[in-house]
């Protein structure tokens, strides 16, 4: 039996040579590989990743590592939710692979100092909040590529703008690994699943299901011909009387290349997004949702 695991039990691998030699003997044997990188504290939305990896490839890594390149000094690097032990017993259950759990030293040793900047598409929505993220996002996620070496990765739609990064770099830089976007995975009631909405208090959590429904009743006035600025400020003023008193951006943007949409109706050709940013007491919510023009016949 290999150190690293069957093929049908889950393998833990913790550093790059002993993800090489796993990815390597799979790949001789001429087996396809998919790749879903995460930072654990998994929960259905991951995955689905990982259930789609399944689908795509014969084999499935999914990497768990909290990139301290992506927390800005005021964010929640120290109190992310980490339970290795839990996040393990999914990975096996949803028919992962392979774990690649590297410690910080593994992928950043002494000395380290590269990193990769995606220049347009990082800019704006989250870029404008978080300035150091997609930067930290591009960077760790070259080094998981090199290292894993997939055929296929596999990324959220609830992170779209960093999805479109991600495949920008990826054609840019001529890397030979198809990226495949996974739909938002929700509660119950809408909220999006998040590793971050365990911060929520129960009141907290009241006000976020809420926030679905706000972008989604913005998707259906634009879809219906309304004006994108006039929807937006009806959006704003929905977002407020919710309790979500601080809105880091609502927007309509191209799904395409995130090029901002409005103040006008929304060409019924142009595939677009709902991007919405807030802050809740100390927890910061993403969402999106997709515009879908019914067009007349
Ligand atoms: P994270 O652990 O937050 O870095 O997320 C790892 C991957 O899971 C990213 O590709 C995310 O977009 C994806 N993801 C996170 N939440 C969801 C969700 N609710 N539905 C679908 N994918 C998700």
Known sequence: MSPIGTDSHLGVARSIRALRARVDDWRGNGLKVAFVPTMGALHRGHLSLVKMAGSLADRVVASIFVNPRQFAAHEDLSSYPRDEGIDLELL??????LAYTPPASEMYPSGYQTSVTVADISKGLDGDSRPHFFGGVATVVLKLFNQCRPDIAIFGEKDFQQLLVIKRMVRDLDLNIQI???PIVREEDGLAMSSRNAYLSPAER????RLNEVIAEVAAA?????????????GRAALSRAGFSVVDYLEVRSEADLAPLGPGPLDAGTPARVFVAVVLGKTRLIDNWQIVCIQAV
């Open 92 to 97: 096996q259950r949803a028919r992962c692979h």
């Open 180 to 182: 495949v976007g996974a």
């Open 206 to 209: 009241e006000i976020a299901g």
């Open 222 to 234: 634009v879809a219906n011909g309304a004006a994108i600025g006039g929807a937006l400020a009806d």
